[in-house]
């Protein structure tokens, strides 16, 4: 492992209560949490501070923000499908089912298919997040299609999320965290 996952014996006072703060949180849920932090989390408590406002920022997108549970997961396989991101991808995947994303629909995006069947918002979505991950840019076509499906506040928390989740993906690529024990892959014949 590139970043070692420290013992509360090992954290300075910040790192563990940022430690604390993770495992009574949703994170709690990640794979790999019983006793590493898990994910990309062992790797960015290294920089507290950091740490520290990038969860928040998380949870902004978790609970303050105007995107439903089942967009934000949409959101977050159809990142974590563009950078072959396996942690990512496998630690969402059943959030994303649970919150409504049909397993067809995940299996599609994971083969690097557009979905069938997709909801309204989820077109506009899948659009927006395709467009933005392939060409770093969004033709007006798409952007005035988002607005008049989504509203201003909700495409700008679109690029927002996508970004982040693209954060996290390079940060998971550079402690060369994959996919957990027993976790979902990518499929290696799709991956870029």
Known sequence: ???????????????????????????????????????????????????????????????????????????VLLSSRAYSCDYEWSAHRPFAEAAGVPPAVADAIANRRKPDGLAADEQAIYDLVTALLETASVPDGIFEHAIATLGERQVAEIAALCGFYSMIAMILAVADVGAPEGGETLPLCAQA
């Not at 996952?5 to 949703?26: F, I, N, P, T, V």
């Open 1 to 75: 492992m590139r970043f070692p996952y420290l013992k509360d014996d090992q954290m300075s006072a910040e790192q563990l209560a940022l430690a604390q703060r993770y495992r009574a949180s949703w994170r709690a849920k990640l794979p790999g949490l019983t006793g590493a932090l898990g994910g990309p989390l062992d790797a960015m408590i290294r920089a507290p501070e950091l740490a520290s406002r990038i969860s928040h920022l998380s949870d902004y997108f978790r609970s303050c923000g105007t995107l439903s549970s089942r967009q934000v997961e949409f959101i």
